[in-house]
């Protein structure tokens, strides 16, 4: 099972998905000062909120690995993981381990970043590509979700992993089981790492996410 979700909370009901959300939720809301971070909380939590309704998983308990990766307690068949940028949140939940990354594919990119953190191979593919900021993000939210997938997060260097381009994407020497799947909406690039397949990418709109 795998089921990967986004939403624009540009037009999020705040003081709506306020009430909605967990006392600890409100809490990191309430640390960030400006309305659009705000909205990026509460929409995170309360897409995973959704996905986990629709598979009828109740009071989840939620701690976090060594690393920082976020875990429910009380359900050992169930994983997840978010990611926002820009206006948009994502959710992954799934019965194995999963990473996710979205990104805003900002034109104005320093490719600098690719030529001092990314594989060589990698930064010659994106700056001899047709559209190199674009083809950075590609490379960027595949990089960031297997970093989460394997939950070391940022404890794994960008440049100790290799990702290719053959029959499938992979990672180099790694893993045979491991899928990776890219998908692009308007101005992001969206990347999953799983043990899955996945092969469609579900949109809820902020007024979907405020339904208690």
Known sequence: MIKLAYCNVENLDLKKAYSLVSQSRKEKIDFYKFEKDKKLSAGAYLLLKKLLDE????????????????????????????????????????DMEVGVDVEYIDPEIDLDIAKHYFYNSEYETIINSDNPSDEFFKY?????????????????????????????????NDDENLKFNLFEIKNYKIAIASNHDVTSLIEYSADELCID
């Open 140 to 172: 960027w939210v595949l990089k960031e979700s297997y970093m989460k997938y394997t939950g070391l997060g940022m404890n794994l260097k960008l440049d100790s992993f290799e990702i290719i381009f053959k029959d499938r994407i992979r990672i180099k």
């Open 55 to 94: 598979e009828k998983i109740t009071n989840p308990i939620f701690k976090t690995e060594k690393y920082g990766k976020a875990y429910i307690s009380n359900y050992d068949n169930i994983h997840f993981n978010l990611s926002h940028s820009g206006k948009i949140v994502l959710c992954a939940i799934s």
